[in-house]
């Protein structure tokens, strides 16, 4: 049997959807809701399931998932590494008292990895940073963040662009994981996740949102795990990997006040802390990353009404070396993982039709706004 896309019921108590993501099992975890999960699995990863005592129902077959959504018409409206060069370099080009293009690292397979830095530059050190693509698959991840610089390009003189870029600066890097996606772009290959390194074991691909420095490698767990093979693999040590060095470098020059990273899919909207259940310690900190959360969530679904649940990245499954809590827990910066557009694998999963790009878009941009003013609002670091 061919892999399936399935969704997990707890059957027993004996087998909790918690200990799910606790066993060696290398499963493709999709969704994680409260009473059930959606995983990508093969034939004996779902025997092992049903042996240990869960409910396994099949969605649907992953070939005929991809056949469904991953058409070649599909692809169109969607960035490659190059086609979004060429567009951040237009937007330099075009715009060059207020944006420049940054190299800030090269992948493994040597691509660029591109930041945007969009503002007057009058030495304000009033910064936010948005970033797209640390899995290759979510492939709407690159187009919020591009669509949010050439938005702000274009309403530059109108405020309160305006002013937020004379006070401060924005800068958007949509793509960290040039490699990987284009390697989704080729036959056979949409669903890979990590970047493209060999590992030591032969496999490929360390989950570059594993891979950074804070509380690195403190679990060993199917959502972040040490098999190289897996799906989130967390790299041999913290910052191994080319891209995520590429971000770490420019956090450290520029300590933005603020960094906000997009994935997909689920249409969450999640702050530290991913490695542990406990909240954060500073209360003022803890506010003020769950009042924003919630506000970017209302902001959200008043745009087409749909619904993004803010909460602690650790409820939906737990990860060390995270942007996000390496962002917070290092620098102190206000920091969020936005999950996309759409709810569900039956809506397309990591496979968002083309369709919907500027609506996932549309109600993302005040939320991207109300986290721009608020982190440009803040005394300088
Ligand atoms: O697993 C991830 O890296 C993110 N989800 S995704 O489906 N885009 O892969 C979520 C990261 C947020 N952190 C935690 N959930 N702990
Ligand atoms: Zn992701």
């Given at each position: 049997?061919?892999?399936?896309?399935?969704?997990?019921?707890?059957?027993?108590?004996?087998?909790?959807?918690?200990?799910?993501?606790?066993?060696?099992?290398?499963?493709?975890?999709?969704?994680?809701?409260?009473?059930?999960?959606?995983?990508?699995?093969?034939?004996?990863?779902?025997?092992?399931?049903?042996?240990?005592?869960?409910?396994?129902?099949?969605?649907?077959?992953s070939?005929?998932?991809?056949?469904?959504?991953?058409?070649?018409?599909?692809?169109?409206?969607?960035?490659s590494?190059?086609?979004?060069?060429?567009?951040?370099?237009?937007?330099?080009?075009?715009?060059?008292?207020?944006?420049?293009?940054?190299e800030?690292?090269?992948?493994?397979?040597?691509?660029?990895?591109?930041?945007?830095?969009?503002?007057?530059?009058?030495?304000?050190?009033?910064?936010?940073?948005?970033?797209?693509?640390?899995?290759a698959?979510?492939?709407?991840?690159?187009?919020v963040?591009?669509?949010?610089?050439?938005?702000?390009?274009?309403?530059?003189?109108?405020?309160?662009?305006?002013?937020?870029?004379?006070?401060?600066?924005?800068?958007?890097?949509?793509?960290?994981?040039?490699?990987?996606?284009?390697?989704?772009?080729?036959?056979?290959?949409?669903?890979?996740?990590?970047?493209?390194?060999?590992?030591?074991?032969?496999?490929?691909?360390?989950?570059?949102n594993?891979?950074?420095?804070?509380?690195?490698?403190?679990?060993?767990?199917?959502?972040?795990?040490?098999?190289?093979?897996?799906?989130?693999?967390?790299g041999?040590?913290?910052?191994?990997?080319?891209?995520?060095?590429?971000?770490r470098?420019?956090?450290?020059?520029?300590?933005?006040?603020?960094?906000?990273t997009?994935?997909?899919?689920?249409?969450?909207?999640?702050?530290p802390?991913?490695?542990?259940?406990?909240?954060?310690?500073?209360?003022?900190?803890?506010?003020?990353?769950?009042?924003?959360?919630?506000?970017?969530?209302?902001?959200?679904?008043?745009?087409?009404?749909?619904?993004?649940?803010?909460?602690?990245s650790?409820?939906?499954?737990?990860?060390?070396?995270?942007?996000?809590?390496?962002?917070?827990?290092?620098?102190?910066?206000?920091?969020?993982?936005?999950?996309?557009?759409?709810?569900?694998?039956?809506?397309?999963?990591?496979i968002?039709?083309?369709?919907?790009?500027?609506?996932?878009?549309?109600?993302?941009?005040?939320?991207?706004?109300?986290?721009?003013?608020?982190?440009?609002?803040?005394?300088?670091?």
């Amino acid at each position: 049997m061919a892999s399936v896309i399935v969704r997990v019921t707890p059957t027993s108590a004996r087998a909790p959807l918690s200990r799910l993501i606790t066993l060696p099992l290398g499963l493709d975890l999709w969704e994680v809701h409260p009473d059930h999960a959606v995983l990508q699995a093969g034939e004996a990863q779902v025997s092992r399931l049903e042996e240990m005592g869960y409910g396994v129902e099949q969605l649907q077959l992953s070939e005929s998932y991809l056949a469904d959504f991953a058409t070649e018409s599909a692809a169109t409206g969607y960035h490659s590494a190059e086609s979004l060069e060429q567009d951040l370099r237009r937007l330099a080009d075009d715009n060059p008292e207020i944006a420049e293009l940054h190299e800030i690292g090269r992948s493994v397979e040597g691509r660029p990895v591109l930041a945007l830095r969009i503002g007057e530059r009058r030495g304000s050190s009033r910064k936010v940073a948005f970033l797209g693509c640390h899995h290759a698959r979510e492939w709407i991840s690159v187009e919020v963040p591009f669509l949010l610089a050439e938005d702000l390009l274009a309403h530059a003189s109108e405020n309160p662009v305006r002013e937020w870029l004379q006070q401060g600066e924005v800068w958007v890097a949509p793509m960290v994981n040039p490699d990987g996606h284009e390697f989704t772009r080729t036959p056979g290959n949409r669903l890979w996740r990590k970047n493209r390194r060999r590992n030591r074991d032969g496999t490929t691909g360390v989950d570059l949102n594993r891979n950074y420095g804070y509380m690195w490698g403190t679990l060993d767990v199917d959502t972040s795990s040490h098999t190289p093979a897996d799906e989130t693999y967390v790299g041999p040590r913290a910052f191994s990997e080319p891209e995520s060095r590429a971000v770490r470098d420019l956090v450290a020059r520029q300590l933005f006040g603020g960094v906000l990273t997009y994935h997909s899919y689920s249409q969450l909207i999640l702050y530290p802390w991913g490695y542990t259940d406990d909240p954060i310690l500073d209360e003022t900190d803890r506010r003020e990353m769950r009042d924003l959360a919630y506000d970017m969530e209302q902001l959200i679904g008043n745009v087409h009404g749909q619904a993004y649940t803010a909460q602690p990245s650790s409820a939906l499954y737990p990860t060390a070396g995270d942007t996000t809590d390496w962002t917070y827990g290092e620098y102190d910066a206000p920091s969020f993982t936005v999950e996309l557009r759409p709810g569900s694998a039956m809506a397309g999963g990591f496979i968002l039709p083309a369709s919907q790009i500027q609506p996932c878009w549309e109600e993302n941009r005040p939320a991207a706004h109300a986290f721009i003013s608020h982190v440009l609002k803040k005394p300088e670091r």
